[in-house]
């Protein structure tokens, strides 16, 4: 089953778009991590929405889409022990982190 999610650009929330640069054969182990971080660490954070972690088809990139209520929330975030280890580790694994926070401006759809 396949669940299409429309991301409500009326609503106010930062966007991190943090795009990973891996050895192939390592994509498949940060997106491991990722996720496990996200469910352990991220998910019980003050402000947490939502993550997404796509794999990139050439095997050299992992991308992190996730929102955060405010960029407040997000930087509160970064200050936290818990989540920082699980960022060290995932930036271990990464041979280039390029971590950007956006505002969604526009949004389509087929349906």
Sequence with gaps: MTVTIQVDTARPVATLINVFTVPLERQDELIALLARATEETMRHQPGFVCANFHASLDGERVINYAQWETEEHY??????????????????????????????????SRA
């Excluded at 818990?82 to 389509?108: N, Y």
């Design 75 to 108: 930087r509160a975030m970064l200050d936290n022990p818990e989540a920082r280890v699980h960022m060290d580790q995932a930036a271990g694994i990464a041979t280039d982190v390029q971590p950007r926070l956006f505002r969604v401006r526009s949004t389509h």
